[in-house]
């Protein structure tokens, strides 16, 4: 496609329910990152995947998130029972590597709505 | 640790007058330094990125390693560049770091 896509682009879940969240990245992207970023804050990083290497989950705020990437393709990040702080735009960003001088190129996000 | 920071959340100002968006960060090694933008319902997006040191939009960073600071500035302000504005730091090995961002309303 000609951009990074995320899916859906916005979504409503009660309180405790799981939910499922999409980004399929720039074709030959390596790199692919997920970002949190709540009313008024910046951008909370969450994890990243580099090619086949181990992901850096450092980000990750609780077990209730996880995320997985096959290959170089879609990746999907997971909330297990679902918080009102939880409620933010999910970023995903893709690159062709994590290097120097590599821009990111950003999806429209997911707007998580806990209630 | 890497760190980005940009103490103001919001910028206003009037057109024409002169913008400095302030960026500051910490790190050991050799970083590399962007701003990226994000106006009114668009996605994300670079603005530029210090390698470069270009111009764009009228828009220029310079790197301070000894301050190190990333301070974006454009002589002129149009009501265009309002936008939520942010440093990112890149070392090579981890995901961009990004600041809590600073708001731009550039009044007419």
């Known amino acids: 496609g000609a951009g990074v896509s995320q899916s859906p682009s916005n979504k409503v879940t009660e309180k405790g329910k799981d939910v499922e969240l999409r980004c399929d990245p720039i074709s030959g992207h390596t790199a692919l990152y997920w970002y949190r970023q709540r009313l008024g804050q910046g951008l909370e990083f969450l994890i990243y995947?580099?090619?086949?290497?181990?992901?850096?989950k450092s980000g990750l705020p609780s077990d209730r998130f996880s995320a997985e990437r096959t290959g170089e393709s879609v990746s999907t990040l997971t909330i297990q029972r679902t918080q009102q702080e939880d409620s933010a735009v999910y970023l995903c960003?893709?690159?062709?590597?994590?290097?120097?001088?590599?821009?990111?190129?950003f999806g429209q996000g997911t707007r998580l709505t806990v209630v | 640790a890497q760190r980005v920071t940009q103490p103001e959340k919001l910028l206003s100002v009037f057109k024409g007058a002169p913008v400095e968006l302030k960026c500051n960060y910490s790190?050991?090694?050799?970083?590399?330094l962007f701003w990226y933008v994000q106006y009114s319902r668009q996605r994300l997006q670079l603005l530029l990125r210090?390698?470069s040191r270009e111009s764009i939009k009228g828009f220029t960073a310079d790197l301070n390693k000894g301050e190190t600071s990333f301070h974006l500035k454009k002589p002129f302000a149009q009501e265009e560049d309002s936008a939520m504005y942010y440093c990112?730091?890149?070392?090579?090995?981890?995901?961009?770091?990004f600041g809590s961002g600073t708001r731009l309303q550039v009044q007419p």
């Open positions: 210090h390698i």
């Open positions: 960003a893709s690159s062709t590597r994590t290097g120097v001088n590599t821009e990111a190129f």
């Open positions: 790190y050991s090694g050799s970083p590399e």
């Open positions: 995947f580099q090619g086949n290497s181990a992901p850096d």
């Open positions: 990112a730091l890149s070392t090579g090995r981890r995901a961009l770091t």
